[in-house]
């Protein structure tokens, strides 16, 4: 069976220090992995996808995530955090059975201070 | 650019009432698909649709039901609104045929029964 666990469900870091939002899934198939990235009182919004070619993957606003098939991770990083990258960020893996579906992580709300 | 539009953004109704919720999507995408998102929770499927008249339930069907008698158009119907049906709801579709595809959302309906 598919699931995607998000390890922290708040991260606070100050403006200008780096990034790390953790995912861990499990899969019984190679998974596609994704990000997405929901800001207040908006739509969620992709922010990078991972489909089994680099596994190290670049995305918008400056953010990346590497897979790591022997530690089953997909973990979202950046280097330097700006204020509008307070939001919250939802780890997904997919799985393709004949028809798709999406399983959510419970989401990181991320928080960064002045 | 792809849009996704949906019916209501906030939304107040009675226990008991028949609730439908509309979702309309631009691009002839096969695939469309009902969460309700819940803080701590993140997205939980609904239903989701993979052509006309083709439905499946999803992880939490129990008291909601669709349609979709139109590729662009996928319904969600509440038959009998409960105070525990209060969430948000997010329709989405996708490109493409393959699990790697992303997924296209729209901006969410707060629902609130009473």
């Known amino acids: 069976a598919q699931s995607v666990t998000q390890l922290d469900s708040h991260v606070s870091v100050s403006e200008g220090t780096p990034v790390l939002l953790r995912c861990n899934y499990s899969?019984?198939?190679?998974?596609?992995l994704f990000w997405y990235v929901q800001h207040p009182n908006k739509g969620l919004q992709l922010l990078l996808k991972?489909?089994?070619?680099?596994?190290l993957v670049k995305g918008i606003n400056g953010f990346e995530a590497e897979f790591k098939k022997s530690e089953t991770s997909f973990h979202l990083t950046k280097p330097s955090a700006h204020m509008s990258d307070a939001a919250e960020y939802f780890c997904?893996?997919?799985?393709?059975?004949?028809?798709?579906?999406?399983?959510f992580g419970t989401g990181t709300r991320l928080k960064v201070l002045a | 650019d792809v849009k996704v539009t949906q019916s209501s953004r906030y939304l107040v109704k009675r226990t008991g009432e028949k609730v439908f919720l509309e979702c309309v999507q631009d691009?002839?995408?096969?695939?469309m698909f009902w969460y309700r998102q819940d803080p701590g929770l993140g997205l939980r499927l609904i239903y989701f649709?993979?052509?006309?008249?083709?439905?499946e339930k999803g992880d939490i069907p129990e008291g909601y039901s669709v349609s979709r008698e139109k590729k662009e158009r996928f319904s969600l119907i509440l038959e009998s609104a409960s105070t525990n049906q209060t969430s948000m709801y997010l329709c989405?579709?996708?490109?493409?045929?393959?699990?790697?595809?992303?997924?296209?959302f729209g901006p969410g309906t707060r629902l609130t029964v009473l």
């Open positions: 997904v893996v997919t799985i393709t059975s004949g028809t798709y579906k999406y399983i």
């Open positions: 899969s019984s198939y190679s998974p596609s």
């Open positions: 991972y489909t089994s070619a680099a596994t």
């Open positions: 691009m002839d995408h096969e695939n």
């Open positions: 649709s993979y052509d006309v008249k083709m439905k």
């Open positions: 989405a579709s996708i490109t493409g045929t393959s699990g790697s595809s992303k997924q296209f």
